[in-house]
């Protein structure tokens, strides 16, 4: 009894183990995409023609949306290694290529010293990126979901959320910090190039702590032939479960990353307000969102995954008008206005991971999730910095931008009423 008891508790990772090893690395990965959105302005003005401006920012913004193009990618690629050869082998790669997209940033020459090649060589990097966090989210996903006890699923998952924006946060004072203590001179000659060069080296030291974790009961009490058998016909057999993925993620993705990543930005460059101040504001909105995610994860818990949904949905489209019109010129009103947003994001934010993980079978759960959900974000999550950039500076319509969030928002809404009730689901099959 004694030497089977010990080989158990040697043979399956704690807790802490697997919150770190799955964690750290979803952590890096969101702070590779939202220093993109923070330094935005520097890498336009380094990497790109100096000669209109406006131009260089909406091209910096354009590469942000290519990036997601090889999303969808990533998605098969990185979830055909998760279902077929292990949740861990797919996490660990995913990072390893998201460190050597941040490497290249961080190092690409100059505009001025090469020509468009630095522009190609940001276009490369942010499409191996793209690639790397088209893997990333649903072999995370499927990893924590599987290792958690089924009755505390949905608070496990809002590791994948709370690690992201921990990623999001630092990367966040990261920026503060170098604008306070950093020249414009220095932010345009170097400085903008050091979180890109730490985020590289964080991608290495997660790739370390993802290859000791073990792999999921889940995964491994398949049979060879569950693991060997055909993606495309699993895929077509449940083509109900990713448009399911799809209208869940769709108001989620525009509204958070209209919220969540490039508020601050589009308060700079749009709004005028202090850059400093603006980033300021989102460190306490993100702080606020950190905080109201394991309370939706445990609230889902308890009363079901679908009213958690909805609640997220419709407060966040009820919300984002009201928002938005606070939001004028001051740095305080973007952190009232991002922390009420994040709240009601934080609602589907939470749960999601579970939700699309309870929705397919192991054998094409990585998979299943990871292409419809990259389509997804590609199309809409990718475009929506651009589309509100262009209405907003370009045509002079940014309550249209507006609108088209919302909409969408309420296509998530009716979503949920298609899908069943997974609360506690056995993952085991």
């Known amino acids: 009894m004694s030497m089977a008891v010990t080989k158990q ?17 979803n952590a890096v990965e969101w702070y590779d995409w939202a220093i993109y959105a923070t330094f935005t302005p520097f890498i336009a003005s380094q990497l790109f023609s ?26 098969f690629l990185f979830g055909w290694i998760g279902d077929r050869v292990g949740r861990k082998t797919s996490m660990t790669l995913a990072v390893g290529l998201a460190s050597l997209g941040s490497l290249m940033i ?58 992201g924006t921990v990623g999001i946060l630092f990367g966040t004072l990261l920026g503060a910090v170098l604008n306070m203590t950093l020249s414009t001179e220095a932010m345009n000659a170097w400085g903008w190039r ?22 999921t009961d889940a995964f491994e009490g398949e049979s ?39 508020a601050p930005s589009y ?33 889902s818990d308890r009363i079901g995954r679908k009213k958690v949904l909805w609640s997220g949905a419709v407060g966040s489209g009820l919300m984002h008008f ?20 994040l709240i009601f994001i934080a609602a589907s934010a939470a749960i ?22 990259s389509i997804c974000v590609a199309l809409f999550g990718g475009t929506a910095p651009y589309l509100q950039q262009w209405l907003g500076t370009s045509m002079g319509m940014p309550q249209l931008f507006n609108v088209y969030a919302v909409v969408l928002l309420a296509i998530s809404a009716v979503f949920v009423f298609t899908i069943p009730e997974t609360k506690g689901k056995d993952l085991t099959h």
């Open 106 to 163: 961080g190092i690409a020459p100059t505009f001025a010293s090469v020509g468009a090649w630095a522009s190609l060589m940001l276009l490369v990097a942010r499409l191996i990126q793209g690639l790397a966090h088209g893997g990333e989210l649903p072999s995370s996903q499927t990893y924590l979901s599987e290792m958690a006890p089924k009755e505390h699923r949905g608070f496990w998952a809002t590791l994948i959320y709370t690690s």
């Open 267 to 299: 308060a700079t460059t749009t709004l005028k307000i202090d850059r400093g101040e603006a980033l300021w504001a989102a460190v306490i909105a993100n702080i606020v969102f950190i905080a109201a995610l394991p309370f939706w994860g445990k609230l």
């Open 224 to 262: 060879q032939a569950q693991k060997r058998a055909p993606i495309w016909p699993q895929i077509v057999r449940h083509r109900k479960q990713a448009l399911q993925v799809i209208g869940l993620t769709v108001g989620l993705t525009v509204i958070y990353y209209v919220w969540g990543v490039v």
């Open 194 to 215: 050091i979180p890109f060069l730490l985020g590289a080296a964080m991608g290495l030291y997660a790739l370390i702590m993802r290859s000791k974790l073990h792999e």
């Open 9 to 25: 508790q040697t043979g399956r990772p704690s807790t802490a183990k697997t919150i770190v090893g799955t964690g750290i690395g």
């Open 322 to 341: 009201p928002m938005t019109w606070l939001l004028k010129d001051s740095a305080w009103q973007l952190a009232v206005a991002m922390s009420v947003m």
């Open 50 to 75: 100096k000669a209109d401006p406006a131009s260089a920012v909406l091209s910096t913004l354009a590469i942000f949306a290519v990036g997601f193009v090889a999303r969808p990618f990533g998605g």
């Open 352 to 373: 999601v991971p579970a939700v699309y993980a309870e929705l397919f079978p192991t054998s094409i759960r990585t998979v299943g999730v990871g292409v419809p959900y």
